[in-house]
């Protein structure tokens, strides 16, 4: 059950990425393009999801998920390198591409090579991540 429900919550995502225009790649440019032909449509996708989730926040504390395990708990704002690198590559890949992790998987059947080398791409940095990560950390802990 758990896993169907998990299928559908992915299918409602990506029928809402699609919808919202967020899988077409010159729409997403055009939202980054302030100084050019700007498209601010992306910030109603942005808030019609940032809404909902804060609201979802508030509602889920104290209680437990139907099909049992717990909600995570809301990480502690720190700001580390981790999370600036991890930011910056993330913009980058958005803004050079106009494409993030779930689009790209959202447009793999319908993007053709460019959305594929992209996804491969994603897909290896994820895999070179961690071992970025703990020598990153061995530097620090070591200054």
């Known amino acids: 059950m758990r896993n169907l429900l998990a299928a559908l919550a992915g299918g409602l995502f990506g029928t809402g990425l699609l919808l919202s225009g967020m899988t077409d790649t010159k729409k997403v440019q055009g939202w980054l393009d302030v100084f050019g032909a700007w498209d601010p ?28 395990g717990s909600f995570p708990e809301r990480s502690a704002p720190k700001l580390g390198h981790n999370l600036v690198v991890g930011s910056v590559l993330f913009g980058m890949g958005w803004g050079l591409v106009g494409l ?28 070179l991540a961690p071992a970025v990560r703990t020598r990153l950390d061995a530097a620090t802990a070591a200054a």
């Open 41 to 68: 449509t992306l910030a109603f996708v942005m808030g019609g999801a940032i809404l909902p989730m804060a609201v979802a926040w508030v509602l889920a504390k104290g209680r437990r998920p139907l099909l049992g």
């Open 100 to 127: 993030c992790p779930g689009p790209a998987l959202a447009s793999l059947s319908f993007g053709g090579p460019p959305v594929w080398i992209f996804t491969l791409a994603m897909l290896g940095g994820m895999i």
